[in-house]
């Protein structure tokens, strides 16, 4: 059984069809498409590159950070370590001159306590020849 011509001519005209399709249409979708998931996927890749740069960049911050603040706070102990040994530098220096110039006063009141008894002494003697005087009449 031979093919009717028709039959022939519906066989070619599908192959045709389909080389013409293949050809026109489906091959540059295709392409197309394998150029969108080309760019989706670099998208990706560059996202992902970014946020581990991002991340990087982040923790980088934060050791700086932590670093600066620890060098302020070691400035800050070292300042509070100064200042608390001058401190007790004015506190020394200042009780040595306090208990110098209580020795001192004590010194001088003690002199002038004496020099006053003294005086006193000096003056009850004579003060009691004289009431021995004007009391009994004579000099003793």
Known sequence: ????????????FLL????LLN????????KVMD??????????ELADSARTKAGAAA???DRTLNAAR???YTQIDETRRGALDE??????????????????ATNRVAE???????????EAAGLADAIVTRVLGRAS
């Open 1 to 12: 059984m031979i093919p009717d011509l028709s039959t022939i001519g519906v066989v070619f």
């Open 16 to 19: 045709l069809c389909t080389v």
């Open 23 to 30: 050809t026109l249409i489906f091959q540059p979708l295709l």
């Open 35 to 44: 150029q969108r998931t080309a760019a989706v996927r670099d998208a990706k």
């Open 59 to 61: 923790a980088e911050y």
């Open 70 to 72: 620890a060098e302020v």
């Open 87 to 104: 401190r007790a530098r004015l506190l020394t220096e200042t009780r040595a001159s306090v208990e110098r110039e209580i020795r001192d």
């Open 112 to 122: 002038e306590s004496d020099t006053a008894r003294v005086a006193l002494d000096r």
